[in-house]
């Protein structure tokens, strides 16, 4: 069974910088097509970041392109995310979330509905 489980989430300054993990149970990150979400009140929820395959590429929402950056431990089997510069905006719940094919083209990877496996969340407030 597969199971995701974030952690890292908090309270922090306009500016500062937080990291976000993803615990993965049930299946190998360093194969996965895994994402991290994020979804503010009253939003729709939004790609912001993850791997589409096994290759070591990796894709950005364009609200958050050059501040954060995501990794795969497969040592831990986790998928991080390290945000800097955040701002107010970035305020919101972020979830990982894991698509069951080994690939996703890319308008199946950007679309929240297509993954199969989601942690439970963990709130970012960014504070100005």
């Known amino acids: 069974q597969v199971q995701l489980v974030e952690s890292g989430g908090g309270l922090v300054q306009a500016g500062g910088s937080l990291r976000l993990s993803c615990a993965v149970s049930g299946r190998t990150v360093s194969s996965s097509v895994i994402s991290w979400f994020r979804q503010a009140p009253g939003k729709e929820r939004e790609f912001v970041a993850g791997f589409r395959d096994s290759t070591s590429n990796t894709y950005y929402g364009s609200s958050v392109k050059g501040r954060f950056t995501v990794s795969r431990d497969n040592a831990k089997n986790t998928v991080d995310l390290q945000m800097n510069s955040l701002k107010p905006e970035d305020t919101a719940v972020y979830y990982c979330?894991?698509?069951?094919?080994?690939?996703?083209?890319?308008?199946?990877?950007?679309?929240?509905?297509?993954?199969?496996?989601w942690g439970q969340g963990i709130q970012v407030t960014v504070s100005s």
């Open positions: 979330a894991l698509y069951a094919a080994r690939r996703a083209i890319i308008t199946v990877f950007y679309n929240a509905d297509s993954y199969d496996h």
